[in-house]
């Protein structure tokens, strides 16, 4: 059995130790670093996971994954330094950041994945994107693979492509959360009460969801299909396009791409 440890049990640390978790992994053998001793006295209840600190966590585990914020890898990589062996496997779930700088910052030789989850793993949905290091195998990205397929579903991607996939899925969900914030202020202002407003729009999203995923059409032809002549509509459509939502939207996730580089090259090697 792999022995994993998820250094950062914030949301995404957590959701990933449940799905581990509920697909049959066992706890004796999850292990997680935590700030909060009530946090982490609440992980240990809930799941059975073994709290640890970061070196006992970076010596025993065979795969250790970072969930800390990008803000908070370098402090975290000067304990990792000295006890990480070569022969561990290290997953990196932090934005914008290399493997260049943990292959870097670790024993020569550490194979080192990179992924770009998004918060629906919380809810076993998450989309993950997966890139190898220049020492990392299809052995490694194969495990990587299993283990995050028990919170949703994984993609390989070169890792130049990691910066765009960061800001069209993993910042996905909160322009998905923002598109429906504003579809129900819309009900609001229609007359509708929030609460029915909200009803109608998650179902909607839903319903819509499922559609793109299950039809195998393409989001053209399903908005088309919705879309009658002088109907209500394409009147809406209209309204979108004179105000430039697509624009925008192009604008928004170009923005984040930038971001997710800039937090790269702040950490690149002088």
């Not at 990392?136 to 492509?161: I, N």
């Not at 899925?169 to 202002?189: K, N, Q, R, T």
């Not at 009147?235 to 604008?251: D, F, N, S």
């Amino acid at each position: 059995m792999t022995t994993i440890a998820v250094l950062g049990a914030g949301k995404i640390g957590e959701a990933l130790l449940s799905g581990l978790v509920q697909a049959g992994h066992d706890p004796e053998e999850l292990l997680f670093t935590e700030r909060s001793a009530e946090r982490a006295s609440e992980l240990v209840k809930r799941y059975g996971v073994v709290e640890a600190d970061v070196a006992g966590a970076a010596t025993r585990a065979d795969v250790l994954v970072v969930a800390v914020k990008p803000q908070d890898i370098e402090p975290l990589l000067d304990e990792l330094a000295p006890v990480v062996d070569r022969r561990t496997l290290v997953v990196s779930l932090c934005a914008g950041l290399p493997t260049s700088l943990f292959e870097r910052r670790l024993a020569e030789g550490t194979p080192v994945v990179r992924v770009m989850p998004n918060t629906p793993m919380v809810v076993g949905a998450a989309m993950s994107a997966i890139s190898a290091g220049r020492h990392a195998t299809d052995e490694h990205l194969a495990l990587v693979e299993r283990l995050l397929s028990s919170v949703g579903r994984v993609a390989r991607v070169p890792e130049a492509q990691q910066d765009a996939v960061t800001a069209l899925s993993g910042s996905g969900p909160a322009y998905f959360f923002y598109l429906v914030e504003a579809m129900i202020d819309a009900g609001i202002l229609l007359g509708i009460p929030r609460a029915l407003a909200t009803e109608l729009i998650i179902q909607s999203a839903v319903g819509a969801a499922t559609m793109l995923a299950e039809s195998g059409e393409h989001p053209v032809t399903l908005r088309e299909a919705v879309t009658s002549p002088a109907g209500t509509t394409i009147m809406a459509i209209r309204e979108l396009e004179r105000h430039g939502v697509r624009a925008a939207m192009l604008a928004a996730i170009e923005a984040a791409r930038d971001r997710s580089e800039e937090l790269g090259r702040a950490h690149q090697d002088d």
